[in-house]
């Protein structure tokens, strides 16, 4: 990775007496170390990537706390991590995406959570829902439930997010208990600042070494007969001990308000949505003082019944603010009163949306009509007046833009390798027709979008060719599964390819090998040497010793395996249409090599910037579109899709359709050109070279050009 985290490393290591500004997920970073860890593991995705990013570049600091940091292939392994507490006194956190990170490493999980731990283990999952999740919209609370892992879920300020998290390690010790905290995207995000305390080394790591290993225990192997106790003592002993933590520590919150005949019962992370909507309506002041009384639920899993019963008791009704469907909270709350014989009425998904982000607004609706049933002479013109107003700049906006605002779906970056693989499907699909394709996650399935449209099937991270496994078999024309080399080695090995040949299965795998995990950060895989985009670049191969993804496959037994240079379109159309035509029986697969260009242009930006001011030689290519030869016909934009390629109005009167257009923004990267050619297009692309200090053969060149450039053109 090419990005530095020095500051964020910097902020890491403040002490007592200093103070910590930055985003909710930094500070969960630091409140580990104060907590004293002695192990983080983790797979990164958004939105808490940036836990074990910074983690990883900041080994060196780590090593003198001891502090082991592990960024694991897939969450699966990090979840087996946490073994490492089951039998010794240690602190240990991981973390991953959730839901689908949970899923992964759920198998792992529900063993780790059945013996139960010694030392505090605390799994810290970015919750992907709402509006800016990438995934599949489900809740991890259903994972606590069925695995009886507790689940936090802490208010998103910083002191309270650093507390939750040193609390997190108590509790788990107290009741033996994993924990999980949830943290929505706009907790990872948010900014703020907290005391900082010193960071503690752990007594035992790699610096203090356990000398003998721990003695052998049935009772904490996830195995029969252990596992029947186990059950036992989740609902009988570690229940009971995390609720009275819970209690006694005060880890859930409670606020008074003058309206104390009902109630608001929220999630933590709802908590700052919750104020504003309050606000909005009049009820609450702007530094978050309600006038309508709430109990913060920073512990969601397990809920304590006495607190519960207290807040309710007396109440005429109250209200549960609870994000995602199914209503888990609200169905506990329900058995908690109807059990105690408490008749305070219970209300949530009958006033506020079943599924989707709660926004504000969306909180404010359901409050209002909470409010007007049971306060129905309470004022709420402004709340009523907030949504008319939202209404009125929606009409508004739709009126001025003449309609809606048409969509615009994420893209490949300018100059992505993995674009030009799409332009050269297309033009297999032009000459044999559509395809059955199995997409992955991943950069690549950004092609489901405009102007490709490609993909049948997203079944998981690195899943795409065991998706095609039963299509292949019914398919007249063979099907393609693409994957990302992060998807490769996260699951694709095994569940794909291993499986394939198992099976003789006689699919087509294009793996885009772009050397890091884009998609969720440019992580490094374990196909990503040092040198990897130095030789990506220099267009040299990897020799037989080194650990690359041609070098495993051949090792587990492919027989047909290709690599090709992405940039050459007709090229990679050729080898497609090779995989999916030839008599080959058995497992094809198409290796399309070529640097993320991210991580390219984060890579030589620097190198180009000393050369330039030591007054160096420097070249920048760049595409253009020769006007006059352009017709307008955009197929060159059908095949590419790059955001440097766009359109503008055409100078000359006889041309009615917008004519192509390069950007400043092109990063050079010959797809123009390349598809041009490929696809037969036409001649209107040229390739600029700007050179900066040139040199006397460049001034020669020019000069030269310029002359005969001269001659032909009329006096
Ligand atoms: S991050 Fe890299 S692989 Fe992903 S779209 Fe951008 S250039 Fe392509
Ligand atoms: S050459 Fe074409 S595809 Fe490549 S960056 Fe420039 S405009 Fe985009």
Known sequence: MERSFHDEIEALKLGSGETFHGEGILAVTKALLQSGVTYVGGYQGSPISHLLDVMVQAKDYLEELGVHVEACTNESSAAAMLAASIMYPVRGAVTWKSVVGTNVASDALSNLASPGVMGGALIVVGEDYGEGASVIQERTHAFALKSALWLMDPRPNLPSIVRMTEKAFELSEASNTPVMMELRIRTCHVRGSFATKDNIAPAISGRHLQQQPAGFSYDRLSHPPATFRHEKLKYEVRMPAARKFIEDEGLNEFF??????????VQGGLYNTTIRAL????????????????MVLNVVYPLVPAQLERFCAGKRAVLVIEEGQPEFIEQDIATLLRRADLQTRLHGKDLLAMGGEYTAEIILKGLTAFLGEHLPALDLSAGHGFGRELAEVRAQAAAELGGMVPPRPPNFCTGCPERPVF?????????IGKLHISTDIGCHSFATFEPFSFGNSILGYGMSMASSAAVKNFSAKRPVAIM????????????????????????V?????????????????????????????EGSSATADEMTIENTLRGMGVKW?????????????????????????????VIAEGECQLERQRRIKPIVARRLKAGLRSVRTRYGVDEDTCTGDHSCIRLSGCPTLTVKASTDPLKREPVAHVTNGCVGCGLCGEVADAAV????????????????????TDRLNRFFIGLLQPA
């Not at 007709?570 to 999916?580: F, G, H, N, P, Q």
């Open 484 to 507: 990302g080399d992060g998807g490769f080695w996260h699951n694709g090995l095994l569940s794909g390819v291993s499986s394939a040949l198992l099976n003789k299965g006689d699919g």
């Open 279 to 294: 606000q909005q309506a009049g009820l609450a002041d702007g530094v978050g003082n309600t006038s309508v009384p709430m």
């Open 681 to 700: 297009l036409c001649p209107s692309f040229h390739k600029i070279e700007i050179v900066t200090h040139p040199n006397l053969w460049d001034r020669f």
């Open 256 to 265: 008074e308000g003058r309206h104390d005949d009902v109630g608001l019962i």
């Open 561 to 589: 395996l290709k690599t090709v240079h992405n940039y050459r379109v007709s090229k990679v159309r050729d080898v497609l249409k090779d995989a999916i035509e030839s008599p080959f029986k058995g497992l094809k697969v």
């Open 423 to 431: 332009a050269a499907l297309k033009l297999v699909e032009r000459d």
């Open 509 to 537: 795998l294009v793996i885009m090998k772009n050397g890091y995990t884009s998609a969720t950060g440019t992580q490094e895989t374990m196909s990503t040497p040092a040198s990897e985009a130095k030789r990506v670049a």
